[in-house]
T-cell receptor, first 114, second 113 residues
Framework: DTGVSQNPRHKITKRGQNVTFRCDPISEHNRLYWYRQTLGQGPEFLTYFQNEAQLEKSRLLSDRLSAERPKGSFSTLEIQRTEQGDSAMYLC????????????FGNGTRLTVT | GDSVTQMEGPVTLSEEAFLTINCTYTATGYPSLFWYVQYPGEGLQLLLKATKADDKGSNKGFEATYRKETTSFHLEKGSVQVSDSAVYFCALSNANTGNQFYFGTGTSLTVIP
């Protein structure tokens, strides 16, 4: 169990640029989640995959935010035309495919949009 | 929809004091309940969980009991240490409404020597 790995740890970008983050889940975990966390708040759900299928998306996932998990292993989260409001910590988590399996989180990618 | 309401902080306690952080939830059916902890500069870690009514989750001296009658899952510890200083998040997952997890806003705990 090597844990959930997220890259990069930090990203600073100018408004209007596109950014992509990567998440490598724990290898035997089928479920992969993306969350966003801003200062003083709890994680907000963005989307969830079971294997390569994207089963749920929140309305926070817009035409600018998208996620993929093409082979059911690692996942990418892309933000196009970044805005200052996108500045946040982006968290990835994975879990087993069992009803009450807990989430295992990565350390997150902190995005700062200038 | 499903949601979690968590006691607001910040909370400051002296070492060896008793800790309670309140958490209540709204959900249909029988959700699973969790407490996560986030130490400074680190990711969220599972602290404990309970999957059915009257279950007690425990870890590192922390405990929480799943109370369906009061829809609560309060976190307690009898004697806190400086090393317990962190942000604590209550969360639920509910297979009835998909498998996403809902988190509270977090409670910041500072323990002073």
């Amino acid at each position: 169990d090597t844990g959930v790995s997220q890259n990069p740890r930090h990203k600073i970008t100018k408004r209007g640029q596109n950014v992509t983050f990567r998440c490598d889940p724990i290898s035997e975990h089928n479920r992969l989640y993306w969350y966003r966390q801003t200062l003083g708040q709890g994680p907000e759900f963005l989307t969830y995959f079971q294997n390569e299928a994207q089963l749920e998306k929140s309305r926070l996932l817009s035409d600018r935010l998208s996620a993929e998990r093409p082979k059911g292993s690692f996942s990418t989260l892309e933000i196009q035309r970044t805005e200052q409001g996108d500045s946040a910590m982006y968290l990835c988590a994975s879990s087993r495919d069992q009803g009450s399996s807990p989430l295992h989180f990565g350390n997150g990618t902190r995005l700062t949009v200038t | 929809g499903d949601s979690v309401t968590q006691m607001e902080g910040p909370v400051t306690l002296s070492e060896e004091a008793f800790l309670t952080i309140n958490c209540t939830y709204t959900a249909t059916g029988y959700p699973s309940l969790f407490w996560y902890v986030q130490y400074p500069g680190e990711g969220l870690q599972l602290l404990l969980k309970a999957t059915k009514a009257d279950d007690k989750g425990s870890n590192k001296g922390f405990e929480a009991t799943y109370r369906k009658e009061t829809t609560s899952f309060h976190l307690e510890k009898g004697s806190v240490q400086v090393s317990d200083s962190a942000v604590y998040f209550c969360a639920l997952s509910n297979a009835n409404t998909g498998n996403q997890f809902y988190f509270g806003t977090g409670t910041s705990l500072t323990v002073i020597p």
